[in-house]
């Protein structure tokens, strides 16, 4: 009896400490994530200038946000940005396939096209700012050295701007992808691939149906958190082009939001409508690519 009341002390004083440690991080989660989360809802549908009263309005904020042409054009900026990731995948794949294979000098080649995704992304978008200009630009000095064109002010074409971060953003990013897939590539089972060697399989048999469908989970990961990044950009353009580009032509749905509530000294409320808008079509994309994804864990089916 004595040590079933000893046993029980002991865990009341656990449990009271196990709970202690965890006020802090739960406090801190309904501080400043649930909080925010709710009031932003609140606000959105209200007249708020982040100073005064709050006045509710009702969906007068959703109303404007859909007939603001800056918005829709914001948002396809968001969607063409997205590009880079198919390209950015087929590359990292390339160079994982590349990478994989025992060759003299492979680490530090796999140090190298890592360096990008370490560095800070405001002085690589400088950089590459610098990089893109017009006049002194390295990339418009090659054209012109090389064959001898005359390369546009690609930060403030709208014909070229975006494809400019787009190519950015692809050089920034293939290094962390590349070792997502090299490592996937060293953990397959080496069984899969002796039998085919055994029944004669040639290397691209091997490639098409051994190879990239086990490594199918790795590039729906990357789809996923692909698509969800790429809709929260905002630093590349910001950094990279003055007031979202020639004719907004570079500004993202974050831009957007970001330049309404920063910007405009009465649009806290029509801020927080816009960024709910893009938080529900971020649930909707990955809804659909979770529907559209791989549904069968035998991924050699």
């Known amino acids: 009896m004595a040590t079933a009341v000893h046993s029980r002390k002991v865990w009341n004083e656990e449990a009271r400490a196990g709970i202690l440690f965890a006020l802090l991080p739960i406090l801190q989660f309904f501080m400043f994530t649930a909080g ?12 708020w200038n982040s100073m005064g009263d709050h006045y509710f309005i009702g969906l007068e904020n959703y109303v404007e946000l859909f007939q603001d042409e800056r918005f829709w054009k914001s948002l396809w900026n968001t969607f063409y940005y997205m590009i880079g990731i198919p390209i950015g995948m087929v590359w990292a794949f390339s160079l994982a396939l590349a990478f994989n294979r025992d060759m003299p000098g492979v680490k530090v080649f796999r140090v190298i096209y890592y360096i990008p995704v370490v560095s800070s992304i405001v002085a690589v978008s400088i950089l590459w700012r610098w990089l893109y200009n017009g006049d002194y630009g390295l990339l418009n000095q090659f054209l012109w050295w090389a064959f001898k064109i005359k390369g546009p002010n690609w930060m403030y074409n709208t014909e070229t701007v975006k494809a400019g971060i787009t190519a950015m953003m692809v050089w920034k990013g293939v290094g962390f992808t590349t070792l997502l897939y090299l490592a996937g590539l060293q953990n397959l089972p080496k069984s899969y691939f002796e039998a085919a060697v055994v029944d004669g399989a040639n290397s691209w048999v091997i490639f098409r149906k051994i190879t990239f469908p086990l490594l199918k989970p790795i590039s729906f990961f990357i789809m996923i958190t692909g698509v969800i990044g790429g809709a929260q950009l ?15 032509s570079a500004a993202t749905i974050v831009y957007y939001i970001w330049e309404k509530a920063f910007s405009s000294a009465d649009a806290k409320g029509y801020a927080c409508a816009a960024a ?5 079509i971020i649930f909707v994309v990955t809804a659909i690519q979770f529907k559209l994804g791989p549904k069968s864990d035998n991924y050699l089916e």
């Open 36 to 47: 925010p989360f709710l009031f932003s809802i609140f606000a959105s549908f209200t007249d």
């Open 234 to 248: 905002f630093v590349e353009p910001q950094i990279m082009t003055d007031f979202g580009g020639p004719e907004y």
């Open 276 to 280: 709910w808008v893009l938080a529900v």
